[in-house]
């Protein structure tokens, strides 16, 4: 006899507590690196420098918007995310999961804390990427450990509750957030482990003092096995909300519950044996495997199509249900006043363009015209800056209030609209003038310079001032979204706000029981990891070179 499926319309309130807790770090780092984002773009512009009373220097300002951005904000949100989708979907967290998931809460925060204290102390004034033989205080890459480690925990808790409900529920397909939050978590374990070997037996040991050079080549290589499935553990919370909470909003049915759940396996096998795309002017790496990472880097260009295909049939099929007539009559159908679709739309149409440049970036001849110029910094405020915030504006919206008992009101809903406007004007000046600029050469990662008066980088100047005229109306938008926050958590009207989550279409065929079968997936991710990197890691050991010794410049 099938047992009937638990229907939960709410996230616990004791769950809740610890995905506010997330949630709050996340949007003040989003504040904080938001103005480090600004004094960025201004003093790049050559019209603005920072004052001589306040001691931080440009590539300060550079890291702490790196880290604050790329890997804070992103990290906590998702975390918190994912509680709640698991939380909403398979039903509260036990009281050992909920534990666990605090452990691994404060982990991070004090790891998180240790970083940024170096960074202000201008200890660790390495960059986003941290790349040696730039070197940082010791207890910058603690704090780093850190973070990675109580993310482990975050996740841990989702995998165990994932199998929980699997073993009250035999037989039954899991609820589809639940199933992705926990390919998200085993993608993030499995890509940390690169960064985390990287820290703990070279970076840290190194900062210590315990060894006196470090392997340049393998630590890079070691990161970007990590930094881009980092990219796809940003990019899946974003398409959870896409596929399982956007309908919703519209009052349309998934599309297709086999096909979510597919794109997200095609992202755990191919968001590994990737990285390469990243070091095509290394000279230490064989061209074959860049060459074999390149062409699998083009496997998870499927998923995303995919997922397009599914989204725009989703709203092509309601805007009919209501009434649209000829080819594109849908589009007017869809609710352009909800600020919780809005936002996330605005984000899948920057992906757009953003997934194009990433082709670019990926292709061998290609890249070598783009490769370390602003190009690549514009292609990544398009895809993450752009469509995943966006989207996790758009999901904070309703999923604040949901979490603290309060509404979204009209004029809050307004406001949200014009976050996202305000966005797609300040991001499409900002990273519009960053994809030319590096077509003419415009280098990433650097200060303001003249170049001692060479004509090609005075070409680039108006480009630069263009980034700060975006970045200064995108710190515009984060002012009001911290706004938003505060009033959403603290002020906003008591009320009820719904947590949505769009069921599948009546008649759906039964979704495949391979889909959920992590045995096959496990050995075949670990498979094309073996296969991608054992012989280029075996070739860099054996042919390394002395190892540098640390710099730092700044």
Known sequence: MKMQQKVIKNVDTKDAKLV?????????????????????????SGEFTIPGGIKI???????????????????????????????????????????????GFWTMTIGTAM???????????????????????????????????????????????YYQWKKENPGQTTPLLTFMAFVNSILWITCSLGVAVEVLFQLLPWSLGLIARIDVLLTRTLFWYFGHALVYFWLLPAYMAWYVIVPKIIGAKIFSDSLARLSFILFLLFSFPVGLHHQLTEPGIDGFWKFIQVTLT???????????????????LRGRELGSKGILGWFKKLPWGDSRFLLPFIGMVAF??????????????????????IWVTGHFHLTVATAVVLTFFGVAFWLIPHLTGRVLTPALNKLGIYVGVLWAIGMGIMSLSMHLAGLLG?????????????????????????????GTILFVAIIIITYMVVQLAFFAPKGHEEF?????????????????????????????????YTIPIIEIVTNSPLGSTGFTPW
Not at 61 to 86: D, K, N, R, S, Y
Not at 136 to 142: D, K, N, T, V
């Open 500 to 532: 949505p989550v769009a069921e599948v279409a009546p008649g759906a065929q039964k979704t495949p029981a391979i889909l959920e079968n992590f045995k096959l997936w496990g050995v075949i991710v670990v498979a094309l990891i073996i296969f991608a």
């Open 352 to 373: 757009i363009p953003g997934g194009a440049g990433g082709i670019v970036n990926a292709s061998y001849q290609m890249n070598q015209l783009v490769h370390n110029t």
């Open 442 to 470: 415009a280098p990433r990662r650097s200060d303001y310079s003249e170049y001692g008066g060479a004509t090609q980088a005075m070409d680039w100047i108006p480009y630069s001032i263009a980034q700060a005229v975006g």
């Open 57 to 103: 220097g440009y590539y300060q300002v550079l890291t702490v918007h790196g880290i604050l951005l790329g890997l804070i904000l992103t990290t906590f949100f998702i975390l918190g995310f994912q509680i709640a989708a698991v939380s909403r979907t398979a039903g509260p967290l036990t009281n050992l999961q909920r534990k666990l998931g605090w452990i």
């Open 115 to 161: 970083a940024a204290v170096m960074v202000l102390l201008n200890k660790a004034t390495v960059l986003y990427t941290f790349y040696a033989p730039l070197k940082a205080h010791w207890i910058f890459y603690l704090g780093l450990t850190l973070v990675v480690v109580g993310s482990w925990l975050l996740c841990g808790t989702q995998i165990m509750k």
């Open 298 to 316: 083009f496997f998870v260009i499927i998923p995303s199509l995919m997922t397009a295909f599914s989204l725009f049939a989703t709203f092509e």
């Open 20 to 44: 506010m807790a997330h949630i709050y770090v996340a949007f003040f780092a989003l504040l904080l690196g938001g103005l480090a984002g600004l004094l960025q773009v201004l003093v790049r």
